[in-house]
Nanobody, 131 residues
């Protein structure tokens, strides 16, 4: 069973940076796909960035060029480097893990139902950006 624990959130001024960490433990096959999601006040949860063990990385358009997702070599920690933060980045950030879709290597959850494809979630960490 996979467990995920996020850390690194906090309160910053616009333009500053933060690095979120997600410590993962348990089955490695259950976390071939990893992602960061966020839920802003009054909004639905959205995917921010995803990372797969075959090296496929995706970003939401709103964070491209500012956020960087990565994983350590031991595949035990997922990071989200956030630069040039904006007030609209204020949200609770969640780490999520899942397996290949349908067992097909390289295929991670995608589309409108992608959240269902991620079976394990952390509790989240709050990021607040003030102007």
């Amino acid at each position: 069973q996979v467990q995920l624990v996020e850390s690194g959130g906090g309160s910053v001024q616009a333009g500053e940076s933060l690095r979120l960490s997600c410590a993962a433990s348990g089955s490695t096959s259950s976390r071939d796909c990893m992602a960061w999601f966020r839920r802003a006040p009054g909004k639905e949860r959205e995917e921010v960035a995803s990372f797969s063990t075959v090296g496929i990385i995706t970003y939401a358009e709103t964070v491209k060029g500012r956020f960087t997702i990565s994983q350590d070599n031991a595949k035990s920690t997922l990071y989200l480097e956030m630069a040039n933060l904006k007030p609209e980045d204020t949200a609770v950030y969640y780490c999520a893990a899942g397996s290949w879709v349908g067992g097909y290597r390289g295929i991670c959850p995608a589309g409108p139902t992608k959240e269902k494809g991620y079976k394990t979630w952390g509790r989240g960490t709050q990021v607040t950006v003030s102007s």
